[in-house]
């Protein structure tokens, strides 16, 4: 089996993103909102950062709920060489079907994510020259997306930002972790440990319900596996994970995506919809959870980073299902774990 290296392979399998201001979101959510777009990744999402960080020539194994996969498969091509990818019944045929594009072989199996990994690994054991590929739990993925912090910082430095001149928050979405590891590595080495507003960017992640693994951990306090994943959400549908979260709910999420379409003119995957409904629903979510005791003034001059983190597992169709499948739900639970 092979070995993982630290050195990212050439080509750059990753791309520096644009981090822009949106006027859109601001106006709704009352503070200076940026959009770091990871989206334009050549996969589609921020996976392409860690898994490119991480992978070698050799044939590579990854299982999916589908971003990850994706990546995995982009960044083989990249490098001309074999890559099987293990998903579940519940991705998307067009996932798939991306996943055979870029020269993959693809594989159903099982309901949920564990049962495809299960047998990614299994059949890696019969590869000589295997890799296992992982979605989101190895420090060198934690690495690659910490990279988007980098570019964050570098910003920064340039004294081109809104209000306090920094980057005062970053929200993003949680699923296995890999992400909000990536975030955390990249804020203590840019910004140190020191914490709260002013010091360094708190940093917010978002699940929804029925994928909430991270807040369940808060809550009890020790890593919590959740029984099932009941979230259409599926990309952040890792029963377990690696600051503060908040739980959204689906009708949330995708109340977000629509309206976003409309702000934005991008159509992003429900599981990112989690992060920017904390933008439409600031005065409820984004604010108690950054800062409660802070006035307007002080409030409007707050810089907050939305991490778009991109996903393939939407179209404009599966999208008008779900807003009809949602349409008339309440739209207001909305619970912050600190």
């Known amino acids: ?22 006027p859109e ?15 334009l990744q050549p996969s589609g999402s921020f996976k392409s950062r860690g898994i490119g960080h991480l992978m070698i020539a050799a044939h590579f194994y990854c299982s999916s709920g589908g971003n990850a ?11 001309r060489q074999p890559c099987d990818v293990f998903v579940t019944s519940l991705t998307p045929s067009h996932v798939v079907s991306k996943l055979t594009t870029l020269g993959a072989t693809a594989h159903r199996v099982g309901n949920s994510w564990p049962e495809a990994d299960a047998a990614c690994r299994e059949a890696m054991k019969a590869s000589p020259c295997g890799v296992y590929v992982p979605p989101f739990d190895h420090p060198l993925l934690w690495e690659g997306h910490a990279t988007l912090v980098d570019e964050l910082a570098t910003l920064e430095k340039k004294g081109l930002l809104l209000g306090s001149g920094s980057f005062d928050a970053i929200v993003c979405n949680v699923g296995g972790g890999g992400l909000l590891n990536g ?21 917010l992640a978002l699940e929804t319900e029925g994928t909430d693994s991270l807040a369940a951990s808060i809550k009890a306090r020790e890593h919590v596996t959740i029984p099932a994943i009941t979230s259409i959400a599926t990309s952040l549908g890792a029963p377990r994970v690696s600051e503060m979260t908040a739980v959204v709910s ?13 702000d934005a003119r991008m159509l992003v995957e429900i599981a990112c919809g989690a992060t920017i409904s904390s933008a439409y629903k600031a005065k409820s979510l984004l604010r108690p959870a950054l800062a409660p005791n802070l006035d307007n003034e002080s409030w409007a001059k707050l810089n907050v980073v939305l991490v778009v983190c991109g996903g393939s597992n939407i179209s404009t169709d599966m999208l008008a299902v779900y807003r009809a499948q949602f349409q008339g739900s309440h739209m207001e639970d909305l619970s912050v774990v600190c």
Do not use: W
Request: with cysteine; net charge negative.
């Open 1 to 22: 089996m092979g070995s993982y290296i630290s050195d990212p392979p050439h080509p750059q399998l990753y791309l520096e993103t644009p981090c822009i201001p949106s």
């Open 25 to 39: 979101l601001s106006r709704i959510a009352g503070c200076n909102i940026y959009l770091k777009l990871e989206n």
């Open 69 to 79: 996969g994706l990546a995995c498969a982009e960044a083989a091509r990249t490098l």
């Open 183 to 203: 975030v955390m590595e990249g804020i203590e080495r840019n910004y140190g440990i020191s914490r709260g507003l002013g010091r360094r960017p708190v940093v």
């Open 250 to 262: 689906d009708a949330e999420a995708v109340s977000a995506c629509v309206k976003f379409l409309d």
